[in-house]
C-alpha cells in the first residue's frame, strides 16, 4: 500500500491508527506522546483538543514534527505489515494549526516563587528547561555563549531541514512568559560558575556535547579538512569562508550529521560529492526475521549526484601543493581507502582512491567541552555525571542533555530538560 504524505491526509493517516491495547509508539516516542489519543481527536476535528494534549507532554512539536527521526513510527504496529502511521506528519499538523489558530501564546505563570535558576546552554534541553522552571513560577535566566539562542537547532541543524524563524517564533513565546536571555556569555570564560551559585538558587548545565572525533591518519593536517560542525555553524551563519561551491567533497560518516553535510554541500554547488562509512549498509526496512516493533533507523538512500559507499576505511589523505600561499602549502587533494568486512578487517587487494578538494569529518562526537574552572565528576564517557535528579557532583548545580547523555536526539533533550525541571523544582521547593 501507498501512503501519501501531506497535511491533505492528516485525517486519512489518523484514521489508520488502530488505537491498539498497547501501543507502542507510545512507549517508543521518549516523551511518552499521547500519539493515539491525539490521531482520534485530529480524526474528529478536535484540533484544539488534540494540540492540549501534544502541548502537555512536548514543548517543541513543531520541531520534533520537522526534524524527529520517528522513533514511534519504528515501534508502530501497523509497522509490522504495512506503512506505518505517519506520526510526525501528524504532530505537525496539529503544531501549526496551533500556531496558525493562535492556540500558541504567551502563559506567563500567575504566581513567581522568589527562586532564581540560571540555565547554562539554550539547545531544546536549556530551552524546554527554562521553559518549565519559568512555568513553576521561578526566574529563569539562559546564558548563551553564541550570538542568538536555540544550539544544534540553530547552528547545527541545516535550514532546509529546519527553518530559524520557527525557533524565534517559539522563543520570542519564551520571552514574553518572562525568560531572560543573555547571549554571548560564556560561562566559565565570561562569567564563572561560582558567581552563578552565588547569584541564583540553583544552576542548570545544558551545554551540549560538541567535543568531535578525529580521524587521525597519515595527512590529517592538510588544509581543507573541517570537523562537520565547523562547516555546519558556517553554512548556518552564511559566512561563505567554507563553502563547497565547485569543489570535490568527501564527507567521511554516514550519520545524521554526515547527511546534513551532503545536502548542505549540494545545495551550495559542489562539483562532485561522496559519503564514505566505514560500518556496512544498514537494511532499509524492518528485516523479516524481527517484524515486531522496535528501535531501528535506516539511512537515506542515494540522490542525484550523490555517491555513498559502505563499508570503507581511511587509510590516509594525500596533498598537493597550492601555488598561493606559503602558510597552506599543502592542500588536501585525496584520499586512500580499503574496504573493510563485517568485522572491519581490511579486505586485501581492495585498496582505492578518491579525489577530494574539502573533506568534512562526522565520525560523532566525543564528549561535552568542559567549562572553565568547574570542578565536576564525569562518568566513564566523559559526559557529566548526575545522579537519579540530574543533581552534578556539586550540589544546586544540575546537568541535561546531550551534556549529561552524549550527543543524541532533539527529543531525547526534550526529555531531559523536563526531567531536570521537575528535578529543580523539587530542589527548590525543598530549599524554602
Ligand atoms: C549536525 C547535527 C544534526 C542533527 N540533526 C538532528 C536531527 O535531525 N534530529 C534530531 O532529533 N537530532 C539531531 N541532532 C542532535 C541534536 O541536535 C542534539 O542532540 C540536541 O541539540 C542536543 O541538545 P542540547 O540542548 O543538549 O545541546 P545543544 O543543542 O548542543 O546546545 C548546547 C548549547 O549550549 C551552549 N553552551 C555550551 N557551553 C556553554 C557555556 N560554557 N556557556 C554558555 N553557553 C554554552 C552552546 O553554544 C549551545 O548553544 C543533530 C546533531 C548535529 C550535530
Ligand atoms: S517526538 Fe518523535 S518519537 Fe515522539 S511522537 Fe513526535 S515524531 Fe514520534
Known sequence: MTVKRG???????????????????????????????WNDLVYNRQWERAFALLDASNNLPEVTGRICPVICEFACVLGINDDPVTIRDNELAVAEYAFSHGLVRPKPPKKRSGKKVAVVGSGPAGLVCAAQLNQAGHTVTVFEKDDKPGGIMRYGIPDFKLEKGLLDRRIDIWQQEGISFQTGVNIGVDRPVEQLQKEFDAVVLAGGSRVPRDLKVPGRELTGIHFAMDYLVDANKQTGKLTAKGKKVVVIGGGDTGADCVHTAQRQGAASIKQIEILPKP???????????????????????????????????????????????????????????????????????IDADLVLLALGFLRPEPIKGLEIELDQRGNFKTDENYMTSAKGIFAAGDMRRGQSLVVWAIYEGRQAAEAVDRFLKEKR
Request: charged fraction near 25%.
Open 283 to 353: 537494511p532499509a526496512q524492518r528485516p523479516p526475521e524481527q517484524p515486531w516493533p522496535r528501535y531501528f533507523k535506516a539511512l537515506t538512500g542515494c540522490e542525484d549526484g550523490i555517491e555513498r559507499e559502505w563499508s570503507v576505511l581511511t587509510k590516509e589523505f594525500t596533498g598537493c601543493e597550492t601555488s598561493t600561499s606559503s602558510v597552506e602549502s599543502l592542500r588536501v587533494a585525496g584520499l586512500k581507502c580499503v574496504k573493510v568486512d563485517a568485522a572491519l578487517k581490511e579486505m586485501p587487494g581492495t585498496e582505492f582512491e
Open 7 to 37: 497535511a491533505g491526509d492528516v485525517r486519512d493517516q489518523a484514521s489508520r491508527c488502530m488505537d491498539c491495547g498497547t501501543p507502542f509508539c507510545h512507549w517508543g516516542c521518549p516523551l511518552g506522546n499521547y500519539i493515539p489519543e
